[in-house]
């Protein structure tokens, strides 16, 4: 059963390009495309991701408050993509509950392996809360 991917960037050519890598593999379904954070929300409830690759710096999700974020994100496992690689991304991704954080640059060697790492360590419990976020780090909090 390939792995359900919801993927939320507002940048359309980034999001072209990670739709041909996840296409790509086929341990991996993509299930939806959002450009904001409220229609990522909204994918959530109705495609039923496993796994959300978030822009962690989508522009209107700065508005929520991060406690917020993380409550409507608790069903899946976010992986988040960010060009920062500096403390405030790291701080950001964390309070929305990233348990990892790589570079946007190094998206695409890392973004299989961490969408597998997620099903590995997590099994896709619907009641758990977890989140891995793409960006530079790695195992932010758990592993």
Do not use: W
């Amino acid at each position: 059963m390939p792995i359900k991917v919801l993927l939320a960037d507002d940048t359309d050519v980034l999001r072209s390009a990670i739709r041909k890598t996840l296409e790509e593999e086929p341990r991996i379904q993509l299930v939806g495309e959002a450009a904001s954070f409220a229609k990522a929300v909204q994918l959530i409830a109705d495609c039923k991701p496993d796994v959300l690759l978030l822009d962690l710096n989508l522009p209107e999700k700065r508005s929520f408050k991060p406690e917020l974020v993380k409550a409507q994100l608790r069903c899946v496992c976010t992986l988040a993509v960010s060009l920062s690689n500096d403390a405030e991304a790291k701080e950001l991704a964390e309070s929305y509950g990233a348990v990892s954080l790589l570079d946007e640059m190094s998206l695409y060697s890392e973004m299989i392996p961490a969408i597998m790492r997620c099903s590995d360590n997590q099994h896709f419990s619907a009641s758990a809360s977890r989140a891995v976020a793409v960006g530079n780090y790695s195992e932010i909090s758990r592993s």
